[in-house]
């Protein structure tokens, strides 16, 4: 863990990328693996707005994601690609809340989609309401639009309380519109 602390100190270092995804993919221990994300991110963030693609990055963090199994780590990685602001990872972001394999891992997703607030999340989580089967997944929706500070939440909201198929997703849809100050 003291030499993935000691790599912060060489961001500029070409030789930093590959040996942090080494540690990532094939640490044994989950803390130091969570570390190596971790400075993963960091150099992400580092580098962003200096011109520097962070696609690399981005694709071996879905790399380390995709070969891994433990849960908390694939959380830990949705965490720190959740906070690249770069329209791939909030397309991974969006892909993953449409087509992850746990429940839990989709709810994070959808999570990060919804607290973002901004209209293109909102638009994301609109095509996620409409393709999504799962109950649950569209209640955790229909609370995420009705915290929205724009109109495309409070659209969605009506639309579903009027067409809905689903009964209670129409009378939660309602409620929430109830409570809302939007005239």
Do not use: C, W
Request: charged letters at 25%; a positive charge; aromatic letters at 4%.
């Amino acid at each position: 863990i003291e030499a993935i602390a000691h790599i912060e100190n060489h961001v500029a270092d070409p030789g930093l990328l590959p040996a942090l995804v080494m540690i990532a993919q094939s640490a044994p221990s989950e803390k130091v693996r969570q570390r190596a994300i971790n400075e993963l991110g960091q150099v992400a963030e580092k580098t962003e707005g200096s011109g520097v693609d962070l696609q690399p990055i981005l694709t071996h963090m879905i790399s380390i994601m995709a070969s891994n199994q433990d849960e908390n780590t694939k959380t830990h990685i949705l965490a720190v690609i959740s906070k690249m602001k770069t329209q791939a990872a909030h397309k991974f972001i969006f892909k993953f809340a449409r087509s992850g394999h746990s429940k839990d891992l989709r709810r994070r997703a959808i999570y990060i989609i919804g607290t973002r607030g901004n209209m293109d999340s909102m638009q994301m989580l609109t095509e996620l309401y409409d393709a999504e089967v799962e109950q649950e997944m569209k209640r955790m929706m229909i609370s995420t639009f009705s915290q929205s500070k724009h109109l495309i939440g409070l659209e969605k909201l009506m639309t579903i309380a009027k067409m809905d198929n689903d009964m209670k997703l129409r009378m939660e849809a309602v409620t929430f519109l109830g409570r809302s100050k939007s005239p």
